[in-house]
């Protein structure tokens, strides 16, 4: 009983000693500072207490009640590691840290980091924190090297001993944009959290999501993980992952953060305001872009992730496609009908039913037989283009030597494996499916192969790479996924949609040439964009066009990106707004969405407004699923048909224009499509501003999104405003910005040239390429100073090799 007793009082003695450790460093946490310690649902003082952390309920009331949204579990002050020595290098110094104090909340910490803080540009920095004694993946993605530090630096950077962080301040007006002294740095192998205070909370983009312009600060959790989901408004995780954002400081200066890690990822943001990083894998590679302008930003991300390509001439026309045509009898009629209306059209889509079977790279010849054919037509007869679906999905139940997609790809080993070394099999459209490993530099020549051989067949003109986050019907493989897997299984449950990494995708140990599926998982897209996109350049010799719907950073530099799948309603028609903004902030200019919506009947007043809205995406194509209303522009009647065609001569006039524009996106990175407060910072008004955008720096474009609406309210920065169809001024400069109320009945959409400006545009025709047979003509919008400017790119329109000079804004 004696040894009882005694051993009760020292378990008594050692908890009170730990409660009493446990609370350092807690109490002079303002509620605006607490970092939450206990993402999971379980949170207790005890589990707190546990994990080195602080337990206090919030002391602010909101309406009376405690806000449950301010961790009642936060990281105290003396969390972390701690900063032990510093080595100056050629361009910049290395940092040793050490762990200190309590363990992670998983057991597994690396107790020594080395930070590599290198200056690379005078607006650019680049630091890593990474385990030196053990390599952890990295994403593979081409990044700028640098030999020697820059000379001259808009940045001082500071680092705090204990607990470590970083911060970076510009130097011209000692704002403080990256400070990652608060909330606990923790750098588990499998949990890598980091959090820092914004400058303000104006804040752009961490997609891909369906949601406003502007990002709500105010206590949400955003997931970044590429999954195929049918665009659910909000910060589910979508196809695309994005680790970047644009802030907008309180003087109107803009900066840039991105983190280059692409690992199932969340992000909180919190009113502070401040943003915390939870990753489950990889390191913690940030680039930190000082701007100042958010153009100068979004150059400045697109220099290290990789400028825009130059999409062709015809890319930039009119693109029709839908799910349903039901045979090749079907898409001839529709695309007769654009025709025999006069409507512009440069590019006929197919979507999965051409296929046999769903099988990839064949035809169906009882329905399909003479597509071959036909588009030979479109390019011979008419001046058209073809685009056809290709998913990666390799069906791997037909009988050997059949199908020579899955024969060729197992004898080259081409394909993705299980944890167990087998070919992994999935399930998509064709059924039982193969994956090809796109990480792997030897399918290559694989995929060359494949799409040569289909050109045989079929000679398409660019590829609409699909289901490639990569989507699967099964939970894992057909025999699931390991249960004892941590990466299957990590201790950290991302929030991702389902309830597991691998839902509707493959297992997270699944293997690849060199990297688990665990850390590309989200790559693949993008691995299969960067060698689509080569194969195309091999085979047809000229600039061609992929869009894909999985994307990461970089991929503007192989394609571009439509917006999934929509749904046909009139806010579906707004959100395609900020997501076509976010892209151009990502680096992908070439994007658009699905225009009268994808899913569900659209009808004539909701298909008229998207018509003339998606007339100004920078990449415009109508397309809907199967056994919906047909929706292309001809089938409504004669009516919908003339404002389709005057609405799309617009913007086949605009083409001159449009392409000057990717050519800038091409050799300065800027964007094409741009929020108002792209062109006016210093401007708060235009910061949530998200129902308007502008193409470039002088074309403003104000559409109807409201059901029954015959107007439409817009903002108009301080600049001369010229209404683009009468050329009547709106508004002089030098007044401030104003709202206008601007009459649209169902046939109209206003558009607007900025003052100061000249517009080069081309008479236009029902294709590019009969568009580029007419005249030229130049529409100079004078500034209130009767100045202007402005600039044409011009060349044959798809040639490759070319060494475009950076053109101006």
């Known amino acids: ?53 602080c337990w206090r309920p919030p002391s602010a009331e909101v309406d009376g009640k405690v806000p449950l949204n301010i961790p009642y579990c936060f990281y105290p002050t003396n969390y ?64 700028p090297t640098v030999s020697t530090q820059a000379t001259e630096l808009d940045y001082d950077v500071n680092v705090n001993t204990f607990p470590f962080g ?36 104006t804040l752009y983009g961490l997609g891909e999501h369906v949601d406003p312009l502007l990002l709500d600060v105010k206590w949400t959790r955003g997931t970044l993980f590429a999954r195929d989901q049918g665009t659910p408004e909000g910060l589910s995780n979508l196809y695309g992952v994005f680790p970047y954002y644009i802030s907008i400081e309180k003087d109107g200066n803009a900066n840039g953060v991105f983190l280059l890690n692409s690992n199932a990822m969340d992000i909180i943001l919190q009113p502070t305001p401040a943003i915390t990083y939870r990753t489950i894998g990889g390191i913690l590679d940030f680039y930190v872009f000082l701007g100042p302008s958010p153009d100068l930003v979004v150059q400045q991300f697109t220099a290290v992730v990789g400028r825009p390509y130059m999409p062709p001439y015809w890319g930039l026309g009119f693109h029709l496609c839908r799910w349903g045509y039901g045979s090749l009898n079907g898409t001839m009629t529709v695309n007769d009908n654009m025709r025999k209306y006069g409507i512009p059209q440069d590019v006929q889509w197919n979507d999965i039913e051409y296929m046999d079977r769903h099988l990839d790279f064949t035809v169906d010849n009882n329905n399909w037989g003479g597509l071959g054919d036909f ?35 197992l004898e080259m080993g081409v394909f993705i494996n299980s944890s167990t070394g087998e070919t992994f099999i999935g399930k998509v459209w064709p059924g039982l499916t193969a994956f090809p490993d796109f990480t792997d530099p030897g399918t290559q020549a694989y995929w060359e192969q494949m799409l040569s051989k289909f050109r045989d067949l079929v000679e398409f003109d660019g590829l609409w790479i699909d289901m490639n986050e990569p989507s699967n019907e099964l939970d894992g493989s057909t025999k699931g996924c390991p249960a004892n897997s941590p990466l299957d299984h990590p201790p950290y449950k991302t929030h ?18 060199s990297y688990s599926h665990y850390d590309v998982h ?44 929509n749904t046909a309603t009139f806010n579906d028609l707004y959100l395609s707004i900020p997501g076509i903004l976010n892209f151009n902030l990502f680096g992908v200019p070439l994007v658009g969405a699905d225009i009268c919506g994808f899913n569900g009947n659209t ?25 919906a209303t047909s929706q292309d522009p001809a089938s409504f009647g004669a009516d919908f048909a003339g404002m389709a065609r005057n609405v799309l001569l617009t913007r086949y006039l605009l083409i001159p224009y449009l392409y000057t524009l990717f050519a800038q996106a091409h050799t300065l990175g800027s964007a094409v499509a741009r929020p108002l407060f792209y ?12 129902r308007q955008f502008l193409l470039g720096p002088a074309l403003l474009i104000t559409p109807v999104l409201t059901q029954g609406a015959t107007s439409v309210t817009g903002y108009f920065p301080d600049a001369t405003w010229y209404d683009g169809s009468d050329g009547s001024v709106l508004q002089s400069s030098g007044n401030g910005g104003q709202y206008h109320t601007l009459q649209a009945p169902w046939d109209k959409i206003p558009y607007h040239f900025r003052g100061g400006y000249v517009i080069p545009t081309q008479q236009p025709d029902i294709t590019t390429y009969q568009s580029r047979q007419n005249p030229f003509q130049l529409i100079v919008a004078l500034s209130s100073t009767d100045e202007a400017r402005g600039g044409l790119f011009y060349d044959d329109g798809e040639s490759l090799g070319k060494r475009w000079p950076a053109l101006k804004n």
Not at 18 to 44: L, M, N, V
């Open 603 to 627: 009808n004539k007043e909701l298909c008229a407004r998207w018509t003339q809205l998606g007339a100004f995406y920078p990449f415009s194509r109508n397309h809907n699923t199967k056994y």
């Open 80 to 143: 972390g590691y701690k900063l032990v020595s510093k080595e100056n290098t050629q361009t910049g110094y290395l940092l040793r840290l050490v762990k200190q104090g309590h363990p992670g909340p998983y057991g597994k910490d690396i107790e020594n980091l080395t930070v590599d803080v290198r200056f690379e540009t005078r607006e650019r920095l680049h630091f890593k924190i990474y385990d030196p004694n053990n390599k952890r993946y990295e994403v593979p993605i081409q990044t």
């Open 1 to 53: 009983m004696f040894e009882l007793r005694v051993a009760v009082f020292i378990f008594i003695l050692l908890s009170i000693l730990h409660f009493g450790k446990s609370q350092e460093g807690c109490s002079q946490i303002a509620d605006a500072y607490r970092f939450d310690c206990y993402p999971e649902d379980d949170a207790s003082e005890q589990n707190c207490l546990n994990r080195g952390c």
């Open 496 to 513: 991702v949609s389902g309830d597991n990494l691998y839902s509707r995708t493959l297992c997270m140990s699944a293997k690849h040439h």
């Open 166 to 201: 970083i911060s970076v301040k510009r130097k011209s007006t000692n704002t403080v944009i990256f400070n990652s002294i608060v909330g606990g740095m923790v750098f588990e192998d499998q949990f890598i959290q980091l959090s820092s205070l914004l400058p303000s909370g």
């Open 522 to 565: 989200s790559l693949y897209g993008l691995t299969e964009m960067e060698q689509t996109m080569s194969a195309l350049k091999k085979l047809l010799g000229k600039r061609s066009v992929v869009i894909s719907r999985s994307t990461f950073p970089s991929a503007g530099l192989h394609g571009g990106h439509w917006l999934g799948d």
């Open 679 to 690: 062109e006016f910072p210093k401007d708060q008004t235009t910061y949530p501003v998200d």
């Open 375 to 409: 588009v030979k037509k479109l390019h011979g007869q008419y001046h058209q283009h073809y685009i056809p679906i290709v998913d990666p999905g390799i069906s791997s139940t037909q009988a050997r030597g059949s199908y020579p997609p899955y024969d060729v790809g």
